[in-house]
Every structure is written in C-alpha cells, then in structure tokens.
C-alpha cells in the first residue's frame, strides 16, 4: 500500500515537473520569440492553475489527515474560481499576484500542518531520507521566500525598475533553492527496508522468550 | 520599501528554515530515544533469558542431587537387603529382609512422587496457578503446624 502510494507521490511529481517546463517554453515562446503579453498572461495564469493542482495532490497524498485531504480536494476548486474571477475582474492583463497570494498562504499552513503531522508521528522514521520531507521543505522555501514579494507585487507600480530588479533577484533565488531541494527529493531513495528490519528485530525479540505472555505455565 | 522586501524574504527564509530546523531536531531526539528504548527492551529480554536459564540450571542440580542423595541410597540400601545371600539364609530373616526392602522402596515411591510434584504440582495442572498457590500456603501452614 505504502510503496504505491510513493510510486504514485513520484509520477505525479513528474508529470507536474514535464508539464510545468512545457508551460515555461510557452511563456518564453510568448515573450521572446513572438511577444505577446496577454498570451504570455494566460500562460501563466494557466501555470499556477496547473502547479496548484498539482502540489496540493502531492501533498494529499503525503498527509495522514482526512479532513485536511478533504479541504486540498476543495481548495483546488476554491483556487481555480479565484483565478478565473481575479482573470475577469482585472482591468489590464497583470499576473495573479492575488491567486498567488492564497496559494502561498495555503501551502504554507499545509506544509506546517504535515510538519506538525511528522512531529506526532514516533514511528522512528529518519524523517529526512524521505522524498516528502524535501519536497515539503523545496515548498516552504519557496512559498515564505516569495510571499512578500507577491504581497509588494500587488501594491507596486508595474513601472518601477528598481523594484522589478529586486524581484527577478529574489524570484530567481527562491526558485533557485527550490529547485535545489526539489532534486534533492528526486534523488532521495525512501529506505523503506531498514524501518521494516528495525521493526521485524522487535518483534524477533519480543516473541523469542516465552515467559513474557500470560498463559498458564503448563500450556508453554 | 525595496530594503524591508529584502529583509523581509530573508526573514521568512529564516523562519522557514527554523521550521524545518526544529522538526528535523525533533525526529532525531525521538531516533535516538527509540534507539535507547530498544537497547533497553533488548536488555531486559536478555536479563530475563539469563533468569531463565539460570533457574533451569538450579531446578536441574535440585533433581540431580534429590535423586543422587536421597532416591540413590535408598534404592541401593533395599538392593543390599535383596541380596543374592537372600536365598540361603533363614525364612524369619529373609521375610524380614523383604519387609525391610518393601519400606524402603516404599520410601523411595514417595520421594520421587514428591520430587515429580515439587516440579508440577498436579493442582497447579487440574487447577490453575491460583488453586496451586493456594494449596502451596495450607501445605506450608501445616507442616509449621507440626
């Protein structure tokens, strides 16, 4: 069950990994090669549809919590309404600094919740010789590193060039890490086997003396 | 405005990273306190075989030597009396001498019925260890009794 569960966490990720460098080739196609800003936009906006949807299933798929997973399953719909109602409420073609805003918010209180779940958990698991953990931490990176940009995104002119250097600077560090950790995640080999051995030597051990178990002498 | 948004990202990377910091240091104290916690599981199991087999090897020396001390001589003193000279001595004396031999080996029934019950009391068996312990105290009152 669990070994399908991870199988399932990593193709997911990879699906999400080919179609997020699919939707960036669009958006430079849209920038560079064939300028066009609203195509550009829609590109984008599409992406952070795509990149919600996807981490917030990976993360459903790493929480232990019902409801949580619950609420995941419905924040997607949630985002997907704030995006298509922040696209037709804009005036000019900006990016979703707001959906993305939600977004960061969201996925950190999430992150915090399954970092919150492991904290609980006394299973012995190494917690970082995970492919979750490092996923989880490549996330937390890069949502509290860009959370305050997209905040100042939001109130800043779009003309302000020192403000837009700052931001590339920032932007591309984040995402810099993130990507660092993220394949950090990727190369990570979950060592399942030697939490299933510490577990078998327990019970090696407990079964081994018959003195323990509360049947009548006679019968041992 | 430009330097609080700097300040501001690195604060949050901060924090982030003490985030991650303090559940990683967390998983590592609960590692190590699961670790003593199994060494000492395995501790108290290796304590509790040695127990074990310590009291085997005692419960075999009390047998070797019940029956070495006191089931051997008397299964050797009745041989003596039954004798091979048994059959050319005088019948008052050879009725005698079986009578003396039939005691003994009497005796010796007895001890080794005893020495089987002291290793599995047929109550304890029949009954259950709460009947056996029971039995136990009122054989132990009666012979201070006495």
Same mark, same amino acid.
């Given at each position: 069950?669990?070994?399908?569960?991870? *199988?399932?966490?990593?193709?997911?990720?990879?699906?999400?990994? #080919?179609?997020?460098?699919?939707?960036?080739?669009?958006?430079?196609?849209?920038?560079?090669?064939?300028?066009? %800003?609203?195509?550009?936009? +829609?590109?984008?906006?599409?992406?952070?549809?795509?990149?919600?949807?996807?981490?917030? *299933?990976?993360?459903?798929?790493?929480?232990?919590?019902?409801?949580?997973? @619950?609420?995941?399953?419905?924040?997607?719909?949630?985002?997907?309404?704030?995006?298509?109602?922040?696209?037709?409420?804009?005036?000019?073609?900006?990016?979703?600094? +707001?959906?993305?805003?939600?977004?960061?918010?969201?996925?950190?209180?999430?992150?915090?919740?399954?970092?919150?779940?492991?904290?609980?958990?006394?299973?012995?698991?190494?917690?970082?010789? *995970?492919?979750?953990?490092?996923?989880?931490?490549?996330?937390?990176?890069?949502?509290?590193?860009?959370?305050?940009?997209?905040?100042?995104?939001?109130?800043?002119?779009?003309?302000?060039?020192?403000?837009?250097?700052?931001?590339?600077?920032?932007?591309?560090?984040?995402?810099?890490? @993130?990507?660092?950790?993220?394949?950090?995640?990727?190369? #990570?080999?979950?060592?399942?086997?030697?939490?299933? @051995?510490?577990?078998?030597?327990?019970?090696?051990? @407990?079964?081994?003396?018959?003195?323990?178990?509360?049947?009548?002498?006679?019968? #041992? | 405005?430009?330097?609080?948004?700097?300040?501001?990202?690195?604060?949050?990377? #901060?924090?982030?990273?003490?985030?991650?910091?303090?559940?990683?240091?967390?998983?590592?104290?609960?590692?190590?306190?699961? *670790?003593?916690?199994?060494?000492?599981?395995?501790?108290?199991?290796?304590?509790?075989?040695?127990?074990?087999?310590?009291?085997?090897?005692?419960?075999?020396?009390?047998?070797?030597?019940?029956?070495?001390?006191?089931?051997? $001589?008397?299964?050797?003193?009745?041989?003596?009396?039954?004798?091979?000279?048994?059959?050319?001595?005088?019948?008052?004396?050879?009725?005698?001498? +079986?009578?003396?031999?039939?005691?003994?080996?009497?005796?010796?029934?007895?001890?080794?019925?005893?020495?089987?019950?002291?290793?599995?009391? $047929?109550?304890?068996?029949?009954?259950?260890?709460?009947?056996?312990?029971?039995?136990?105290?009122? %054989?132990? %009152?009666?012979?201070?009794?006495?």
């Amino acid at each position: 069950m669990f070994k399908r569960n991870k *199988t399932k966490i990593r193709r997911i990720f990879f699906l999400y990994a #080919i179609i997020t460098s699919f939707l960036v080739l669009c958006s430079l196609y849209f920038r560079l090669i064939v300028p066009s %800003k609203e195509g550009y936009i +829609i590109i984008t906006r599409f992406h952070n549809i795509c990149e919600f949807i996807f981490l917030s *299933t990976i993360l459903s798929l790493v929480i232990i919590n019902k409801l949580v997973r @619950k609420i995941i399953i419905l924040a997607n719909f949630s985002f997907v309404i704030i995006c298509l109602v922040d696209y037709f409420q804009s005036t000019q073609p900006t990016l979703a600094y +707001i959906p993305l805003l939600a977004s960061c918010t969201f996925f950190i209180i999430i992150i915090i919740f399954y970092f919150f779940e492991r904290l609980k958990d006394n299973s012995g698991d190494i917690i970082f010789s *995970t492919f979750p953990f490092w996923f989880a931490v490549a996330l937390i990176a890069n949502f509290s590193g860009n959370f305050l940009l997209f905040a100042y995104s939001e109130t800043t002119p779009v003309k302000d060039a020192n403000f837009k250097i700052n931001y590339t600077i920032i932007y591309g560090t984040v995402t810099f890490i @993130k990507n660092i950790l993220l394949c950090i995640a990727v190369s #990570i080999k979950d060592n399942n086997e030697y939490y299933a @051995k510490v577990a078998n030597d327990n019970s090696i051990i @407990k079964t081994e003396i018959p003195i323990n178990n509360n049947k009548n002498p006679i019968n #041992i | 405005m430009n330097i609080v948004l700097i300040i501001g990202t690195i604060g949050m990377l #901060i924090l982030a990273i003490a985030i991650v910091g303090f559940v990683i240091f967390h998983q590592r104290k609960v590692f190590r306190f699961n *670790t003593q916690l199994k060494q000492l599981e395995e501790e108290k199991q290796q304590i509790l075989l040695n127990a074990s087999i310590r009291f085997q090897e005692e419960e075999r020396n009390r047998i070797a030597a019940d029956l070495h001390d006191d089931a051997g $001589p008397l299964l050797a003193t009745a041989r003596l009396y039954l004798n091979e000279n048994l059959v050319n001595q005088e019948k008052a004396q050879q009725l005698q001498s +079986i009578y003396s031999a039939k005691q003994i080996i009497d005796d010796a029934i007895l001890l080794i019925r005893n020495i089987s019950h002291s290793l599995m009391p $047929p109550t304890l068996k029949n009954f259950g260890l709460e009947s056996a312990i029971t039995d136990l105290f009122q %054989k132990n %009152k009666r012979q201070r009794q006495h």
